[in-house]
Each structure stands twice: as C-alpha cells, then as structure tokens.
T-cell receptor
Framework: AQKITQTQPGMFVQEKEAVTLDCTYD???????LFWYKQPSSGEMIFLIY??????QNATEGRYSLNFQKARKSANLVISASQLGDSAMYFC????????????FGAGTRLFVKA | DTGVSQDPRHKITKRGQNVTFRCDPI?????LYWYRQTLGQGPEFLTY????????KSRLLSDRFSAERPKGSFSTLEIQRTEQGDSAMYLC??????????FGAGTRLSVL
C-alpha cells in the first residue's frame, strides 16, 4: 500500500539559512511521482516541486530542490536562503501512475522561519 | 487565468442538512480532484474526474457523498444528512496532465 511519512511535526530555521524537510514513502509501483506543496495560513495548497521516479536528476525550482534517494525511498525538500514568507505547512505527496488516480499526502511539517 | 475557484469559502450548517459545494477548475484542465482535509492532517483523496467521467472514488466517499461534473467543466460535491464528523476543509484541484495539481482555496464546512 502507498504511504507517505513526514516525521517532523515542526521545524525552526533562521532567516537566510537552508532547511531540509524530510519525507519517506512506500510503494510497490515502479512508476510514481513525488510532490511537495506549501500551505500558508490562508489555506491554499501551492505546488512547489515535482520528481518523477524515473528522473535521473534531482528536481530544482528556484530556492527549492528535492533530494531524491530512490533506494532509501526518500524525497526530502531543501529550501535554501529561507525567507519569512516561507513560514507555512509543507506537505509531501505521492501518486502511483499504474495504480489509479489517487494522490496521497503526508501529515505535513510546519516550518517557522525566525528573523 | 483565474486559477481554481471554490464556492462558498465557508459554510456553517446544522447536523442533518444537505450542503453542496462548487469547484470551477482552470479552464483548459480536464482532470479534477476533490480532497478533504481535517485539522492537522494532509488532504485525503475523495474522488477524481477526467472530463465528465468519475474514474475513481475513495472508500471515504460514503453514500451520503456525491460528486458530479456534468459537462466536464465545473464540479459539485454534495453531502447529504451532514454529520459533525463531516466538518473539514474540502479542497478541489485541477490538472492538465497526470502530475501537477493546482488547488483552490477550499470550502471550510462546519457542522453544528
């Protein structure tokens, strides 16, 4: 069965420093996608970054990068040069491409950026 | 492009009443998803449409829940005989392809 685990309920980071948010996943499907979303207090889920299971290189989008370690089944999000506006909930999610259309989300990590 | 729109943003209802939520996806997106999110949790998948066809439903979607997308554009989610356990944020998302989903701001339901 598919599963996403985010073990850090909350994280603190100093402004301008980098932070890593952990995500591990479990699936038996060889074809899948991994996503990170940001949810500020306003409630809207904002797409950040995507990694396909067959992608050879780690995904990057601006200050966001995904540290994809397939053998360990981990997909950690790295935010560089943290900003105060990065304070939010962050969700890791996964979609199997042969097992249906369902996307599952982890429980999330709340990030606090300190000035 | 106005993004995914959900209406209403907030709904307060009494237990036993029926409620209906609407989602307008991004216009060129033929894939539409509904999720439920309770406090402190990630979104839980409810159902998926490709155009007007409902291709997958979660077991979370009890017989009190029904979703439609009659013309392959906007979608509605109806909850009949609401219960206090239905109180949650209901999120809609749309996508043009099989991967990235773009979410609306959600409808927050409170059942008294």
């Amino acid at each position: 069965a598919q599963k996403i685990t985010q073990t850090q309920p909350g994280m603190f980071v100093q402004e301008k420093e980098a932070v890593t948010l952990d995500c591990t996943y479990d699936t038996s499907d060889p074809s899948y996608g991994l996503f990170w979303y940001k949810q500020p207090s306003s409630g809207e889920m904002i797409f950040l970054i995507y990694q396909g299971s067959y992608d050879q290189q780690n995904a990057t989008e601006g200050r966001y990068s995904l540290n994809f370690q397939k053998a360990r089944k981990s997909a950690n999000l790295v935010i560089s040069a943290s900003q105060l506006g990065d304070s939010a909930m962050y969700f890791c999610a996964m979609r199997d491409y042969t097992g249906g259309f369902k996307t599952i989300f982890g429980a999330g990590t709340r990030l606090f950026v300190k000035a | 492009d106005t993004g995914v729109s959900q209406d209403p943003r907030h709904k307060i209802t009494k237990r036993g009443q029926n409620v209906t939520f609407r989602c307008d996806p991004i216009s060129e997106h033929n894939r539409l998803y509904w999720y439920r999110q309770t406090l402190g949790q990630g979104p839980e998948f409810l159902t998926y449409f490709q155009n007007e066809a409902q291709l997958e439903k979660s077991r979370l979607l009890s017989d009190r829940f029904s979703a439609e997308r009659p013309k392959g554009s906007f979608s509605t989610l109806e909850i009949q005989r609401t219960e206090q356990g239905d109180s949650a944020m209901y999120l809609c998302a749309s996508s043009p392809l099989e991967n990235i989903q773009y979410f609306g701001a959600g409808t927050r339901l409170s059942v008294l």
